[in-house]
């Protein structure tokens, strides 16, 4: 009976033993588990305050940027250049996904600049029916300042009765003619940086940058090079659902107007109204009806309207392959998020290889 106690009393104490070992190392794992956690709530809580105040990540998807930002271009856009924006909405953190109708207070915390003339700006599309921080994200050339007078003359930009800044990066479409009608390899023109709109004919709608079309003059098979401008007359407007495009025919010819700015004094006219429509109803929230030429705002009859906020001209640098502000119009200044600042990678989906060279490049204006 003895020896059975005693193996009794051992197998207890090693049981204890043991049970005081797990405990031990299951206090461990939680210790351990819970530094993880707290660690990722830290780094989220670091994320989300970066990314809504600090910076942002933008994906070029389109060629509207082109030469100058490149399909599969990733960058940086820096919130802090004009003043990053206060929540605006109740938001699934790191998706696209938001609590409808419910609109937070918001305001811009003072930025270090100014969205200046020719800066790379992106921000939120305003013809988008969601909350401004909802709306998808664009990046084009701020080409127009508030208050500024601007026109397009057979493709070219005028800006306060100049001519405005011609990068090298530009893209327009040319009309290239070929000797004796023979054939123009589209990868030869895609090696040499532009590409093939259309052909027929010995006949060829050319995505070019000016320099490059100068160089195919001297293209043994091509006879002329010429930029293709429409003519004026040719309506494509028509056919398209914006307000702003209305009363125009074509992008390539737009008549003078003026950037609307806060505080400026406009006068309503049913001629006009394609250019402020969005303005009034889309983005300053006003009640316009009209009759016979008469316009009643908010009630009262009055063909005057003070605008209440500047808005921005925005144009892409691939200029005959973006639909910007030519053919939607305005960007109110609240729609404004960031400057772009650096391409951290860069993508080419046709190589299906990485453009090396092209990151950490700082982008100029």
């Keep these: 009976m003895s020896r059975k106690k005693d193996l009794t009393k051992k197998e207890s104490f090693w049981n204890r033993k043991r049970s005081d070992k797990e405990k031990a190392e299951d206090a461990k794992a939680k210790h351990w588990a819970r530094e993880w956690l707290d660690a990722l709530i830290w780094a989220a809580v670091a994320a989300i305050i970066l990314r809504t105040f600090f910076f942002g ?15 599969g271009d990733f960058l940086i856009v820096t919130k802090l250049a004009y ?11 790191f998706t696209e996904i938001y609590v409808p109708g419910i609109n937070l207070p918001w305001f811009r915390i003072p930025g270090y600049s100014e969205v200046k003339r020719n800066d790379i700006v992106v921000f939120n599309y305003p013809i988008d029916v969601a909350p401004i921080s909802a709306k ?4 084009k050339r701020a080409v127009g300042m508030p208050g500024d007078r601007l026109r397009v003359d057979a493709k070219d930009l005028y800006v306060n009765g100049e001519r405005a800044e011609q990068y090298e990066t530009l893209m327009f479409n040319y009309r290239a003619i070929t000797r004796g009608g023979v054939r123009l390899s589209p990868a030869k023109v895609r090696e040499a940086g532009g590409s093939v709109v259309q052909s027929g004919n010995g006949e060829y709608i050319l995505n070019l940058t000016s320099e490059l079309a100068g160089e195919m003059e001297s293209w043994p098979e091509i006879e002329s090079v010429e930029q293709f401008v429409l003519p004026e007359d040719f309506n494509i407007f028509s056919r398209r659902g914006f307000n702003f495009s209305r009363g125009f025919n074509n992008h390539d010819h737009i008549p003078e107007f003026t950037v609307p700015y806060a505080g400026q004094q406009v006068e309503l006219t049913p001629e006009n109204w394609n250019i402020y429509q969005d303005i009034l109803e889309r983005y300053e929230r006003v009640s316009v009806q009209q009759d016979n030429g008469q316009f009643i705002i908010n009630g009262e009859e009055t063909n005057l309207y003070t605008i209440q906020k500047d808005y921005y001209f ?3 640098d691939n200029r005959d392959d973006s639909e910007d502000s030519r053919y939607w119009g305005f960007v109110p200044d609240d729609h404004v998020i960031g400057k772009a600042g650096m391409i951290y990678f860069s993508w080419d989906g046709e190589r299906w290889l990485p453009r090396v060279g092209r990151m950490f490049d700082l982008i100029h204006s």
Aim: glycine content about 6%; cysteine-free; charged content about 10%.
């Design 314 to 316: 925005m144009m892409g």
């Design 83 to 93: 003043g990053p924006r206060t929540p605006m909405t109740v938001s699934v953190p």
């Design 57 to 71: 990540a933008y994906r070029i998807p389109t060629p509207s940027m082109e030469k100058t930002l490149l399909t």
């Design 136 to 139: 998808t994200n664009y990046i």
